[in-house]
């Protein structure tokens, strides 16, 4: 038993807010610093249209955010996404077609969706044919695109890795690392030289629960309640250093410098990279290495009489070879029912340029859409700097910021930038964290 401990929590992200929350379940005394609690969170009420900011679900298969609400009594806040209405399109010549069905991220486990497919040519349905008779072989880490190339052509990039991935981390599948982003496939490359063959074999029998989750009414609630269980102080921490004469750490916070026993930094790595330039400089340029991409979220509502088309998917995506402004398009009623009145249609258009306009976004979904009508609202919410990007060598260079992290005393670094970038990694983090640090 460590006994209670003062503990400071930079940021007061997901990773912050649910790092205090567990601590102070665990005995201890946190205080979390930061001037826009909630990072990339928030809900907002328009039109009688639920609306989030930022993230607005998370993967089901990861149980940690679902196990956090549940513990915050919100269990009943659940919902999933309407999988009966689950079809995605993708841009391919101007027009819509369906992303096929039994496709696992990039690799299709079904045959016959994947040869009617007009997303793709023959050359590439036969290159996801042969894909199976390869014989096992370990690689050195290399960008996602080279190894969807590798094993289903350039195409599979374009029209498939690019669109998917770039929903998820904002990047480009030419800087993305297959070991970080695709490390099942990666593993099933070197146990069978097939990542189909590796998929079919390790197919999981169907959970029977929605493939995303979210919150009924909003992903913001999380945050609003978990600002009720933590102690929060709203402004930025301008420095740290560690506390003299002791093992503990002080920080400096309106121009005060306060004591604290432990220190978690949880402001993403490109804000904790300063914070540990003066501490430990290799540690801050590992950080300061991890590259962020932005993004911008325009919403916009329409009354459903002005919008022609059926809503029949959760939306379409964008690859780059077609793309103007919008990357990505979620029509929220069809993929969460409940959030959107019948009367009313909502586009979230995700886009990777932060300044992209509100002319731009709306002239592609206009165009794509078939609409004349003017929105009844617009949203947008920029997110410079937001995604931290898995870039080849990523898990090199956790590796070290691990082992170096862990020879200062102390000191826990958590968020989204390391092992994983979605809601439920993120308190995966936290709780990890707060293991390590032990009961008061
Ligand atoms: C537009 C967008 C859409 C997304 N969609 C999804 C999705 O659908 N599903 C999903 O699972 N994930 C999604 N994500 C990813 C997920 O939302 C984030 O990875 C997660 O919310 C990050 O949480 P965090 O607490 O680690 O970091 P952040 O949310 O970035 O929080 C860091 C906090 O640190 C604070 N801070 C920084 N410097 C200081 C300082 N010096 N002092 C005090 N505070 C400081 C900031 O104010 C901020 O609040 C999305 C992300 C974005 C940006």
Known sequence: MAGAMKIAVVGGGISGLSCAYYLGKAGHNAVVFD?????????????????????ESWLAMKPWAEQLIR???????????????????????GQFVTLPEGLQMVVPTKIWPVVESKLFTWKT???????????P?????????????DHFGEEAVSY??????????????DDLSAASVLPKFVEYEQR?????????????KPSGQSIFKSMKHGMGMLIETLLTHVQLVRSRVAAIAPAPGETGWQVLVNNDWQQFDHLVLACGANHAAPLMASIDPRLSELLAAIPYTSSSIWTFGYNRSDVPHPLDAFGFLVPRPERNAIMACTWLGTKWLGRVPDDKAVFR???????????????????????????????????????????????ARVAEI??????????????????????????????KAVERIGPA
């Open 35 to 55: 001037p826009a609690p909630g990072g990339a969170i928030g809900s907002v009420n328009v039109e009688g249209c639920i609306l989030e900011t930022g993230p």
């Open 160 to 173: 498939l890795a690019e669109p998917l991935l770039a929903g998820v981390y904002g990047g480009s599948p």
């Open 71 to 93: 513990e915050l009594g919100l269990g009943d806040e659940l919902t999933g996404s309407n999988d009966a209405g689950r079809r995605t399109y993708v841009l391919r010549h």
């Open 137 to 149: 072989k370990a690689m050195p880490d290399r960008s996602v695109s080279e190894f969807v190339a």
């Open 192 to 204: 069978y030289g097939s990542v189909v063959v590796g998929t079919m074999r390790d197919k999981r």
């Open 125 to 135: 349905k036969f290159l996801m044919g042969i894909e199976m008779f390869r014989s």
């Open 402 to 431: 691990d082992a170096r992290a862990a020879g200062i005393p102390n000191l826990s670094l958590i968020g989204n930038a390391f092992y994983g970038i979605g809601i439920p990694d993120c308190v995966r983090s936290a709780q």
């Open 349 to 395: 258009c995700f886009s990777t340029d932060p300044d992209v306009t509100r002319e731009a976004a709306l002239a592609d979904l206009n165009r794509l859409m078939g609409l004349t009508a003017e929105p009844i609202f617009a949203l947008n919410h920029r997110w410079p700097n937001s995604m931290p990007q898995y870039a080849v060598g990523h898990t």
